[in-house]
């Protein structure tokens, strides 16, 4: 079984403020357009344990950038969207499990891990986002600590498609006037500071595949959405982790990857998520490789 990967060691000369901002605009306003919460509600501080922010330094501000969402799997690994790392492939990342409102760093419940290691799916293609998916590995000598505002959620069964509804967490931009720069702004992409949340239903392969045709593969990806229009994820919220119920468990079900250039929430569009069951055995093949088994 491939898979490629990335190793993080130490700052490196390259992308600055600017850069980093333009080509998360550039990638928001794209098609298909990356990952993206509109439509949806505040969510609740700690309502979300497994939700975490994905954030890549910046040399020129000497600070972290949010980028991206993903989900906690243990105590070492994070799950995302490969595509968060086209921000800056050869980056400085860090997570921030707990956090809720992004303009805070003392909220109490935050813990800021650097990623050690990233290790993206070998058939990803930045093209098409065909296996969007990457384990973003920290320390085993700084794991996430779990507490009531950290924790995990499990991975599906290899066999699950997806049925009913599910709930998406994120902190992207709201509106699609929102995608724009906002240079000085905390959340670089003109996102929201707080979490917000969203619930949609499941839609089946067929409806996907009369919406994009070619570009939806069911075997690797999911659609759900609103066809009514304005509720869907939006940019800043690629990576995280479309969450439903299996057996009385909170599963990852899809990660937040793409939609359709046009902007979020499109009437008569839905937004497409990697579907994460085709990768559980890929999943714990590398957790094992790499010693970050729990």
């Known amino acids: 079984m491939n898979f490629s990967s990335s190793t993080q060691k130490s700052l490196k000369n390259g992308t600055g403020f600017f850069t980093i901002l333009l080509l998360i605009v550039q990638l928001a306003c794209s098609a298909p357009s990356i990952g993206r919460i509109m439509g949806g509600q505040p969510a609740s501080p700690g309502e979300f344990p497994y939700q975490v922010s994905i954030q890549a330094y910046d040399r020129a501000s000497r600070d972290f950038i949010p980028i991206c969402g993903g989900v906690i799997l243990n105590p070492t690994t ?8 086209l921000v800056d492939p050869d980056g400085l990342y860090r997570v921030v499990a707990g956090e809720h409102d992004l303009s805070s760093d003392n909220e ?14 070998n058939g990803f293609d930045d093209f098409a986002y065909y296996n969007d998916i ?35 967490a994120g902190w992207g931009v709201t509106s699609d006037a929102m995608l724009q720069p906002i240079v000085g702004d905390t959340h670089s992409g003109g996102g929201s500071n707080t979490l917000n949340k969203l619930t949609i239903p499941f839609y089946l392969d067929e409806k996907c595949g009369d919406i994009y045709g ?19 994820a939006c940019a800043g919220d690629s990576g995280g982790g479309l969450v439903s119920f299996y057996s009385g468990e909170k599963i990852v079900a899809g990660l937040v990857s793409w939609g359709p250039g046009s902007g979020c929430g499109q009437q008569g569009y839905l937004g497409v998520y990697t579907k994460v069951a085709k990768y559980v055995e890929w ?7 790499l010693g970050h088994e729990h």
Do not use: W
């Open 134 to 168: 990457a384990l973003y590995f920290l320390s085993p000598n700084s794991p996430l600590v779990f507490t009531d505002s950290v924790g995990p959620v499990a991975l599906p069964p290899s066999s699950y498609e997806g049925r009913g509804s599910a709930i998406v």
């Open 78 to 85: 994070v799950l995302s969207a490969a595509h968060c790392t």
């Open 108 to 121: 109490g419940t935050e813990q800021f891990r650097t990623v050690e290691h990233v290790v993206i799916h």
């Open 283 to 289: 999943i714990n093949y590398v957790m094992k490789v």
């Open 214 to 232: 070619e570009d939806f593969v069911s075997s690797m990806m999911l659609c759900a959405g609103n066809l009514d229009g304005g509720q869907d």
